[in-house]
């Protein structure tokens, strides 16, 4: 590969500008002429029968446009990825799933007089009893969440190879635990929001923070029966995603106000309507079972995952199925039994969140290879490299491809970025642990044959002034992606950063992307885009190449001119090429298609490796880590300002997630309704030291190498704090999240025993 | 309810307003002034994407009436770059990568835009400090944490020059 | 709807008198970063908020002879910022230091943490080591309660209709003395305490304890003394085996609930390990100070 000017480089992010100067335009910052304020009014209760609703006191107050509830929702009601079967708006007589389910919305000229009215909406409920746990959900005669699953049971993933049973009975030591995760949420500073309208064709506009515009109008479609060809929905950048805006959230509400309403509507839900209503990261219960040789060989492995599905199906399956895969990890076992269901209860939603899965499964399997380690009174490091993924080989699940296994590398390091492990003071209460980690993370590569998986396109058209836009139908969600696809462009026209614009996220201008999730969109956009590019190349040289007389083949494009290689001053600015392309009838607006070329369901892999040193006093069961280092294989770091932005932030996620982040709910209610209570890392959270490091071994069919990084940043740190502090007080803390009280707990109870 | 008169300077523009009691200065100043870029990302005072300078002091703008800032002076974050050009902190923030979907950025910068001016050469914990009430969840504060501390170095650096230069 | 009216008194006898009308309908008006939360969350419907944040009697620090005097309008900020509370109250200072987040210390207000009355509040313990008390003045006159009787339980306080904390006063802490605040949060900020204790230990030239305090919060309705902790103590030569034992009592005197910060049993397990933590550093300290005098 010749020298990249652009990509590689921590070039300027091209959002950047706006954000900091506060005059970017989320969702909730829109103002259109005539705009109303939207209010849903969200069930009282888990699980409830609706006897009625009364709506008269809420239309007769002053400013109200329009009370909807089911009765006045065209077409089918039901929306959903993954089954249908989610309500817009729970109609009399039937049940509530969870306390996040829609009873009746509110559309009135000001927010405070939407509020009032909601308020005013009087219901009467059966209520009833919530299935508070899977285990209780599965219970036989537990009431049906859903009629036609059968123990609850919303999907289950099996897989298995070699023969475990025989595995077992060939090793010399066995471990076991039970791992029970909690439910973490994904706490974007930005609430769900909106505004729609119905123009005066017709057409109705929705622009929101969200995922997945392709998605929200297939969803608008299915549950109000307005035709796709008329629904258009454009992305808004969104304040922080994570996958808890992947699924539709309220635009198929707000789309129901503006339609019924017949003006445009803003809705925007408060913090503690967000907090219950969109799908967070699965809480699961993971038995799993090692066997082992004295050696130190796994030979056998057999799990179990129990998830907690909440009301819906959503992206549950899918999670589901990656919890269960990701047991595996980057070790090589012959005899493997795995098996998840995900089982429907009237909890809060659980859905996509960075890790899809694999976060949960990294727990369970990084805790208990410790374990094991112990149990055979042998350093956790080679253990594991005695199980390690070799160069070749081929990971057990059939999910997975061809990767270069960089387990090795990796190691190297992550040991180098560690140092020597510190010693404890003299004399002190303060204990030091050390644990490192391994994870093999996948990522989208555009071989999956399901909707919203299977292409992703992008358009590129060069303007006859030289000026180039990029339309490319993901959402910025903070990661990064506009300026990536931008820098692509750039970097193939040979233009400086400031000639590429960028239209994200629009359902009818940008071609079918697909969703902003499973780590795809560098991958699948940045292909999408070299395509489109590359056919603009061709058109551009062959018009320089008869401008200057000479072969196209000894064309390059250099600092904003094609001209010849090596000579740049025998050339042409490469807005003159474009603009007589332009005016000579040739085509400067291409499109890129890229799908994977295989004919096999599969995703991409690469590897990580998570460190941590911390320092634990016994007597107080004060935690501080002293050192957390990451490494992870990125393929090649298009942008490498923001591919550490990933690192960076997907770590202290999985800090939180290990040490303070819980959504306690009781009876299917939460007792984290607010930012005071559902605590996020703040500034003064962090490790003394954090080392990120990355590695850069090429994905043959990445753009520029490229792999998808931006959930592999989160999986492995958080088994890695949980097994340091074990070494730091020689016993496991079993409960997560790990706070002072857990420490001391776990030393007490050994004191006692 | 009654509405109250109110002045309150803002950016350095003076307005005059009448505005109910229970209207909270965040309020105003999206809904009233459409200054968008204060956030409300949790009306109550946790999260800090309100943030906002109230006589210079970093305050949640959410958990003010703007009746308690009659008279009083606010600076929001597009109160912050010059004339056509970026504040430095705001060049940092760009260089150093600390925004990613930039939600919390406002109350960021004004948070660290007080802490610069009180303490001009900060250590890292200090800066970390300053930063306790803004809650980020996209960044993990790495970047925004060196961008500050970059500011602040460069500062430190021109004033020992300007020191220099003095006979 | 949220709807009240918003007076700001220029005076003392303007509040009070307002306070009197607007009877039980009335609230006081000082940082707002609890009455704003109430009033949104539904929990508190006043008619009028009196705001007292410039009231002249309610934002003072004055140091006397042997006390401080703190306005119940300072400033949780002012509070951490005054050499004056560094000096006769440093436990104080060092819990407001502790609390939330810069942007609601430069408007959260000492009698706001009080009357507020969370079990958790941070204030509160170092008060209570110090054994404070409040001046409660009314258009009926005036009254000084101990801040251990002011507090009734959770939310509850025997603030009367038409009264306003405007001062809050301070014995301050003896030279020789030692003292100490512990915050137990979750996360190092903008934390609601798991637990927190205050303690203040003055160890005489012989060695032995002449005055101990220890004070617990978010471990029993109101924040509380630990008495029979103190009193093992007092008169004692402080050594391993009787700071242990003060530190048990202390567990044991409390009576926490579990909640979604934590357990009970946990909060027991908390208070024991932070009260001998916090012990041990404060006898420690003292010894220090009593060698460098008499070197």
Redesign the interface.
Known sequence: MSDLSIIGK?V??V????????????A??M?LPGMHYGKIVFSSHPRARLLEIDCRAAESMPGVKKVITARDLPGSNRYGYGVAHRPVLVAVGEETRYVGDAVAMIVAESE?LA??AASAVVVRYEVLAPLTSPREAMQAGAYRVHQEAEGNRCCQREFACGDVDAGFRNVDVVVEQTYVTPRQE??????EAGVAYEDDAGVLHVMSCLQDPYGVAEDIHLALAIPKSLIHVKGT??????GGKLNTTIQVHLAAMACLAKVPVMLEL??EESFDFHAKRHPVEIRLRLGAGRDGTIHALDGEVIADVGPYSGRSAEVVGLAMSALLGPYRIANVRTRADGIYTNNLDSGAFRGFGAPQAAIARECLLDKLARTLEMDPLQLRQKNFLRPGDRPASPMLGESPVSIELLTQRVLALLGPKPAAPENSTKRIGRSICFDMPVFDVGEIPVLGKAGVGAAVQVHSDGGVTVYAGGTE????IATVVAQVAAEQFGLPMEQIRVEMSDSWICPRAGRTSASRLTFGLGNAVLEATARLRETLLAQAAKLLEVAAEHLTFEDSRICLVGQPQKGLAFAEVAEVCSDRGGNLREEGWFRGTGDRYMYGHTFMAAAADVEVDI???EMQILKLVNVLDMGKMLNP??A??QL??????AMGYG??ENM?TVDGRS??P????Y????????PLQ?VAEAVETPYPTGPFGAKGIGEAALNCTTPTLFNAIADALGVEVTEMPV????I??AI?KQDVQ | MMRKDMTLTVNGSRHALAVEPHLSLLDLL?EKL???????????G??G?CTVLLNGAPVNSCLILAVQADGQDIT???G??GEGE?HPL?EA?????A????????GV?LSAIALLRDTPQPTRSQ???A???????????????DAIDAVARRQSEDSSRNLEKIP | ?VSFDYVRPQTLEQLLTGLQEARSEGAVLAGGTDLHVKIRAGMSSPRVLFDISELAPCRSIVPEKESLRIGGAVRMAELMASAAVWAKVPSLAAAAREMS?RQIRNRATLAGNIVTASPAADAVPPLLAADATLLLVSSAGKRVVPLADFLLGPGKTSLADGEVMTEILIPSERSGCCSGFVK?G???????S?INLAGAIHIGEDGIVKDVRIALGAVAPTAMRARQAEAVLLGTNPNARNLEEAAALAAEECNPISD????G???R??VK??T??LLQQLCDKSRALAEARNS
């Not at chain 1, 959002?15 to 989320?26: C, E, L, S």
């Not at chain 1, 960076?648 to 996620?653: C, F, N, T, W």
């Not at chain 1, 607010?674 to 209570?677: I, V």
């Not at chain 3, 979604?260 to 357990?263: N, T």
């Open positions: 921590g300027h992010r959002d950047a500008r706006g954000k900091v100067t506060g005059h970017t335009r989320y909730s910052d103002r405070e509020s009032l994904q706490a974007f500073l930005e609430t950048p969104v304040g922080g995603g994570f408060d913090r969600l903070g990661q990064g007597a107080t069961g300002v923001m550490y932005g960076y932030g997907g770590a202290i996620q040490l303070m306690v007792k984290t607010s930012f005071a209570q605590m996020i890392p703040t500034a003064m959270d962090l954090f706070g002072q009280e857990q001391l707990a007490h | 999206r459409d200054l968008t870029g204060t956030k409300k990302g949790c009306n109550a946790d999260c994407a929001t974050i597009e912050v770059a970026l705001q923030f760009i260089d150093h990568g925004v990613q979907c930039g939600y919390c950025t406002p910068v800066i970390q400090e930063l306790s009430g803004n809650l980020c969840r996209c960044t993990g504060y790495f970047q925004i944490i | 709807m987040s137990v979750r996360r190092k900020a903008q934390a609601i798991i979604v910060r934590g357990s049993r946990g909060r397990l908390l390990a932070w001998l933590r």
